[in-house]
């Protein structure tokens, strides 16, 4: 293992979560390379360390103590592969994702400016194919390099093979805890292909001829309607949109002609924010944790509370959704870490 390699024990990761909530690693790790990588992966396995791979926590709920080896990847790599007007970009886990789409459109390369400003690590990107204003990372994605965490062996994944649908892939499932992904291999053209259909953006956009304008238009528009993680503790979305059969929605709009719905794979995709608005939670507090008053899919943590007080908050709305409207709301982040037992120092 690399001698720079720095472990450190009961590690707070309370700037590591963008709902703020204080938490700790029994071990953490921030490897730069590969072999770094690698090493500490081989050390968790001779420990016999269960091993959680984290980003930029802005798509977990942290419980208190993560048992094991919380890996942050921090390589910060990305080179291109030029081919003509079309080029490969190679980008290593530990890139910023935001600072990498305005890197990449500034250059004047077209493919990632709609999923300008959503916080996180490159190598978060495909856990849930993350996707904004009508393009997802399966989109503009051809491969994703990931290394097995039982025996650190090195694998490349063609999209085709990473089970990529709306807000899920396979990393989110039978895959997670089994991979570390360490590289993604993105598409980017120099070719037009600007993509503005989607809510406000056709208008926000109009005209754009240079990727960096459609990257001004979508970050000044989320500025305007998410709370910035900086100011106000938040997870973006909390619950992904529902998806349902077509019986269900058209049952629903029978009812309530406003709800917004979309074509989806396997059914109807209804907006849970319009759902949770509905309810009336929409702007509403409850102790540390409230309803975006902008954004009803987000909720914010106002500092002080728990992981286990968000969930339960959580699960009143969606309890109050499924009452009303019969659809079922599933939290969008994942939750990581479990309570401390009375007793335990950490
Ligand atoms: C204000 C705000 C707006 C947002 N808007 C959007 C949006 O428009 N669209 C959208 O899709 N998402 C959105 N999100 C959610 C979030 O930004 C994305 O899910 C992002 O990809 C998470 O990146 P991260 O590095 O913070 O991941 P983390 O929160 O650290 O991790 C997320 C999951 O990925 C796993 N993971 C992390 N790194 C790796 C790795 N290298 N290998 C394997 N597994 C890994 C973790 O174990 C965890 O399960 C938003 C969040 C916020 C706070």
């Given at each position: 293992m690399a001698a720079s390699l720095k472990i450190i024990a009961n590690a707070p990761l309370d700037a590591a979560n963008t709902l703020g909530f204080s938490a700790f690693a029994e071990w953490l790790v921030r490897p730069a390379d590969l072999a770094e990588l690698r090493g500490s992966l081989a050390l968790a396995r001779r420990s016999g360390w269960p091993v959680?791979?984290?980003g930029g926590g802005s798509n977990v709920v942290l419980f208190p103590r993560l048992e094991g080896l919380v890996v942050i990847p921090s390589g910060v790599r990305r080179?291109?592969?030029?081919?003509?007007?079309?080029?490969r970009l190679h980008v290593e886990a530990g890139v910023d994702w935001p600072t990498l789409v305005e890197e990449v459109a500034r250059a004047g390369w077209w493919g990632l400016e709609n999923l300008a400003l959503i916080p996180g690590r490159a190598g978060a990107a495909p856990v849930q194919n993350i996707g904004a204003y009508?393009?997802?990372?399966?989109?503009?994605?051809?491969?994703?390099?990931v290394v097995d965490l039982a025996d650190g062996r090195y694998r490349v994944m063609a999209r085709d093979a990473c089970g990529f649908g709306y807000r899920e892939s396979r990393f989110k499932n039978e895959l997670s805890g089994r991979v570390a992904i360490v590289r993604l291999v993105l598409r980017v053209s120099r070719k037009a292909r600007?993509?503005?259909?989607?809510?406000?953006l056709a208008e926000r956009a109009a005209?754009?001829?240079?990727?960096?304008?459609?990257?001004?238009?979508?970050?000044?528009i989320r500025r305007e309607k998410l709370p910035d993680p900086a100011r106000l503790a938040n997870v973006g979305s909390f619950f992904k949109n529902p998806v349902v059969?077509?019986?269900q929605a058209e049952r629903l709009r029978v009812e309530h002609p406003q709800l917004p719905c979309y074509?989806?794979?396997?059914?109807v995709k209804l907006a849970a924010g319009w759902l949770i608005e509905h309810c009336g939670f929409k702007g509403t507090r409850s102790a540390a944790f409230g309803v975006h008053d902008r954004q009803a899919l987000v909720l914010v943590h106002f500092g002080g509370g728990k992981a286990c007080e968000l969930i339960a908050f959580a699960a009143r709305i969606s309890a109050e959704v499924e009452r009303r409207f019969g659809v079922r709301l599933e939290p969008e982040p994942r939750r990581l870490g479990q309570e401390v037992s009375p007793g335990l120092v950490v």
């Open positions: 959680t791979l984290l080179w291109f592969e030029i081919d003509g007007e079309e080029a009508g393009v997802e990372l399966a989109d503009c994605l051809e491969a994703v390099h600007a993509k503005l259909g989607y809510g406000d005209g754009a001829v240079h990727p960096l304008q459609v990257v001004e238009a979508v970050s000044a059969s077509l019986e074509p989806a794979q396997g059914g």
